[in-house]
């Protein structure tokens, strides 16, 4: 028993920093149940909004982004309009990444659809890179 309080004592103070974010403001879920909640929220909003049965497939892609806006905007329609100071930096550093993984998930379609053409741009594309140095 005292060795498991130790161990739980030693994990609880390596999270320490970040452990109880939910005490330093009152906007975000205090407890698990109060964070699915707010999950399942948006996607009754969202299949509300769009008529689809189920969550959209953009959700899992730009959750990131989604999430944040929709639940913002939901519990705070007054505010949705403000932007913080480097909002546009941070916005733009998100759709460069959500930029590249739609096309990583483009090339593994393409590839799915038709190797060989697939193959064949790729080389065509090594073929020019050697080509040039």
Do not use: I
Not at 98 to 111: A, I, M, V, W
């Amino acid at each position: 028993m005292r060795d498991d309080l130790r161990h739980f004592a030693k994990v609880s103070k390596s999270y320490w920093p970040g452990l109880f974010r939910c005490d330093e403001s009152s906007e975000l879920p205090r407890t698990n149940n109060d964070l699915e909640h707010l999950f399942g929220s948006h996607r009754y909003h969202e299949r509300r909004a769009s008529g689809r049965r189920r969550a959209s497939p953009g959700l899992v892609v730009m959750g990131s982004a989604r999430l944040v806006s929709g639940l913002a905007t939901r519990l705070r329609p007054e505010e949705g309009l403000q932007l913080s100071p480097g909002y546009v930096a941070r916005w733009r550093e998100l759709r460069g990444e959500l930029e590249r993984r739609r096309e990583s998930r483009r090339k593994q379609r393409r590839f799915r659809h038709d190797p060989d053409a697939y193959l064949t741009d790729l080389e065509k594309q090594c073929l020019q890179l050697s080509l040039l140095s």
